[in-house]
Every structure is written in structure tokens, then in C-alpha cells.
């Protein structure tokens, strides 16, 4: 089929995207999933530009993304032509591996909104002042608002009163335990927990109790024999889109757990990274249990790892300890980055951006799913992680060393076990940090030759 027919106004229109990005999106997944053969002739611009009513200037644009991403090549004086992604996937040097390991925010808009975010502010002058300003340690009002409002996606009431501005949800999260811990407590959480957490737990001496999980996450009863067992007084979970098995609890199971919670007087640390790129996330785990929980979310996973920006909600009497915790570290949180947040979700950029992160991972999805057909796995329509469990006789070590050795980078379980916890053999595959869908194709490829294959070394244990 003629590429002019596989794109039309209305999808273009549609995108909520720059059109120029837009029809080059387009035109690679065509590419990908074989629509458009290798050595076919893409449309002249001028004659592309004049049926999707843009310029030629656009649609040169495209172009040009699609020969810098290796689908397309331009032959001088006679079109461009598309390149088999095979040939596309293959880096120029081939030391460099395909990263399906780094869990970060896919590149949406190229820097945009923040351009067009930072003329903005830049002309007000009071915003000026406030930058090279201290604020308070919880943050400035508006900046607190901007918060409430945001979180209210969680379902909370948002009450500016209970919120505080952190620089990102590991900052809040490294707040929040140094007020509440000491070293030698226990926290509890699922056996397959978020690294950043192990990290401070083992600056902090703590102690990490993984609880058992199936397919919705952690499990009620194993919680409760947990609290009744052993002296802890914290609980860390992720009800929404769990890094790194994509689990995401019911709201009957959210009611489960915050029951065992309540009933033995357990402080809750939410986790609501991941979960802020659900279109419809169900109320958190925190509002049912308002005075007891910490609420931690940030914009690193839908708008960029460069915005530092995250919010925590709490009971009122926690924020004076919080803001202490906040003085002793970094005084405040730089009032710039608030800024530019607070002006995203204020205008709405910020859902734009969320609803563009979820477009990009639906993109990739449906680059990489095809080629997990009949295996078991784990995936989510609004997450860029794929959970991978093994067939026999693979081990997690050797399939993540087979891999690398064949130029893919990925996650295996032992990176998010929590203590003494057996960490099965899987993987976390990330589809989000590969700059293309031609190099996510050309490393799912591997990754299913690899796992047809046999494993060449000593099988662990």
C-alpha cells in the first residue's frame, strides 16, 4: 500500500503532537510492522504536503527524522526510499548496546513546552525575583497548590495544606524516612521493590521485608502475618503500574491492604511514579487511610528525568518534621524547577505531556509485543515495562550476560529483590530509553533469538 494512503489529515490532526513528528511517527510504524517494504519510494513532499494540507517544510522535517532514526534514506535528485528496519537496528558501532535496561521518561516534544515554558516566565518579573529567592521548606503556596491540584488524579481532596515540594519523589521519599526511621527498623514492602528504595535503606541501616505478591501485587494476608510477626512500623508499596511486574492493585485489594494497614497501625509510604501515566488511576492507597500515609509522586516518568520536581501529600502534623527533614538536607527545594512545573499544570501542559508519554508507549508496544507472542509475560497498555519470567532451562544471570554479549541491555530480578527474597528468574525489559522504535525492533529481535537459543554456560542454581 502507498504511504499516501497509510496517513491521513485526520491522524495527523489528531496526534496532539508537532505534525512534522506526527507523520514521521506514522511513517515508522508503517515501517516496522512491514507495511511499507523496504526499497519503496515514500511520496514526493510537495505532493505528501499538499494531501495533508502542511507544508513541504513539514513534511521535509519528517523525513529527515526518519533518515536520522534509520528508516529511510535520501538519494539525491531521485526521493527517499525506506531502509529495512533490520539495517536501521544496527548501530554504527556496534560496542554500543540497545538500552532496554534504563527506566526513564520517553522524549515527547523535543523541548518545547520548556522553551515555550521559560519565554513565559521570563517575561514576569515576579517570577524572577522568586528564582534566585529562598521559599519555605514545604514550598511556596502556589507551587503547593500546583501540587494539590496534580495529585487530585489520585483521587485526594487536594488540600494544598497537606502538600509539600520536593526535589523528586527519591528526595521525598529520603525525607520521609529520615523523619519516621531510625537505623535497625523494618520496613515493609513487596519482594520485588524499587531500587531507589534499597539504596537509602542501605545508607540508613534499615531493614527491608519483602511480602509475598501475585498478579494485582502485595498480598493482605501475607502483610498482616508480616505486621503481627515482626516490629515494623512502615510499609512501602506501589498500588499503580509496580516497577517492575506492572502490577496494579483493584480497588477491593487497595481496601485489603489498607484494612491490615489501619489495624496495625501502619505507616503507609505510597509510591505513585509510574502510576501518574494511567489516564484513569484508581484512587490511591493513601486515601483510605488519609492520616497514616504518605503520598509520593513526581513528573519523571511523564515529562522528563530532568525536572526534578515531586510532591508529597500528608497528615497536617507531619509537615513541620517533613519541612526539618528538608532544612537539614538542601534548605528548599531551587524555586525554578516548581515554577516550570506550577506553569504545566496550571495551563495543562502537564496532561499533555502525560497523554503524549502514553501515545509513545503505546507506539513502542506495539513494536515490541509481536515478537513476545506465545511466551509469558507481563505488560501494561499505559507502562513502557514489559515483566519477563524465564522458560527452563534459562537462568536470569545468563539470559541478561547472553544479552549483553549481543548488544541488549536489560533488568533481572536480583536488581529489585528485597532482602534475603529468592528473586525469580526474569527480566524487566524498558522500552522507553531506546531513542527509536527501528533500535526497539532490532533489540526485541535479539532478545527472542537469544531466548530460542540455549544457554552456553554453567546454569546457576
Known amino acids: 500500500m502507498a504511504a499516501e494512503n497509510l496517513i491521513t489529515k485526520a491522524s495527523i490532526l489528531g496526534a496532539g503532537k508537532p505534525k512534522y513528528q506526527a507523520i514521521a511517527d506514522e511513517l515508522a510504524l508503517h515501517i516496522l510492522n512491514g507495511q511499507l517494504p523496504t526499497g519503496e519510494r515514500l511520496p514526493p513532499q510537495r505532493k505528501l504536503a499538499q494531501r495533508l494540507a502542511v507544508t513541504a517544510g513539514t513534511v521535509s522535517h519528517a523525513y529527515a527524522i526518519l533518515e536520522q532514526r ?79 491540584l496534580w495529585l487530585r488524579r489520585f483521587g485526594t481532596r487536594g488540600d494544598a495544606n497537606r502538600v509539600m515540594v520536593t526535589h523528586g519523589a527519591q528526595h521525598g521519599l529520603s525525607c520521609i524516612l529520615r523523619t519516621l526511621a531510625r537505623p535497625g527498623d523494618a520496613v515493609l514492602t513487596e519482594s520485588l521493590s524499587y531500587p531507589g528504595l534499597q539504596a537509602l535503606a542501605r545508607l540508613m541501616r534499615l531493614q527491608l521485608i519483602g511480602i509475598e505478591m501475585d498478579a494485582e501485587g502485595m498480598l493482605p494476608d501475607a502483610l498482616a502475618h508480616a505486621a503481627r510477626n515482626i516490629d515494623a512500623k512502615l510499609l512501602f508499596c506501589s ?22 494497614a489501619r489495624r496495625h497501625n501502619l505507616l503507609l509510604l505510597e509510591d ?26 513526581s513528573f519523571s516518568k511523564v515529562a522528563g528525568p530532568g525536572l526534578r520536581v515531586g510532591y508529597i501529600e500528608a497528615a497536617p502534623q507531619w509537615l513541620s518534621k517533613l519541612a ?31 497523554a503524549a508519554q502514553r501515545r509513545a508507549i503505546a507506539g513502542r508496544l506495539a513494536v515490541a509485543l509481536p515478537f513476545l507472542q506465545g ?19 534459562w537462568r536470569a544471570s545468563q539470559f541478561s550476560a547472553a544479552l549483553r554479549q549481543a548488544g541488549v541491555l536489560v533488568r533481572t530480578a536480583d536488581h529489585f529483590a528485597v532482602g534475603r527474597t529468592a528473586a525469580p528468574h526474569a527480566v524487566r525489559i524498558s522500552l522507553n530509553a531506546a531513542p527509536s522504535l527501528a533500535e526497539i525492533a532490532g533489540a526485541m529481535q535479539t532478545v527472542l533469538r537469544v531466548l530460542q537459543g540455549a544457554p552456553t554456560t554453567q546454569m546457576d542454581p
Not at 494511567?278 to 492507597?285: E, G, R
Open 239 to 260: 498500588p499503580g503500574l509496580h516497577n517492575p511486574t506492572n502490577a496494579t492493585m483493584s480497588l477491593p485489594r487497595r481496601e485489603a491492604i489498607a484494612e491490615v
Open 272 to 297: 505513585a511514579v509510574h502510576a501518574a501515566a494511567q489516564a484513569a488511576p484508581l484512587p490511591a492507597l493513601s486515601t483510605l487511610l488519609p492520616e497514616q500515609s504518605f503520598l509520593l509522586t
Open 375 to 393: 511466551l509469558d509475560y507481563r505488560s501494561d497498555a499505559e507502562s513502557p515495562l514489559i515483566w519477563l519470567p524465564l522458560p527452563e532451562p
Open 70 to 148: 534509520g528508516l529511510a534514506t535520501a538519494r539525491v535528485g531521485d526521493g527517499t526510499y525506506v531502509r529495512s528496519p533490520e539495517q536501521a537496528a544496527a548501530p554504527a558501532d556496534s560496542s554500543t548496546p540497545v538500552d532496554l535496561a534504563h527506566n526513564v521518561a520517553i522524549p515527547t516534544d523535543d523541548g518545547l513546552a520548556l522553551a515555550e515554558t521559560l519565554q513565559r516566565l521570563a517575561a514576569d518579573p515576579r517570577v524572577l525575583r522568586q528564582a534566585l529567592s529562598y521559599q519555605p521548606e514545604t514550598g511556596h503556596l502556589r507551587h503547593r497548590q500546583a501540587g494539590a
Open 324 to 354: 526539618a527533614s528538608m532544612r537539614a538536607d538542601c534548605w528548599m527545594v531551587a524555586p525554578l524547577l516548581p515554577e516550570i512545573a506550577t506553569d504545566w499544570v496550571d495551563s495543562g501542559v502537564a496532561d499533555q505531556l502525560i
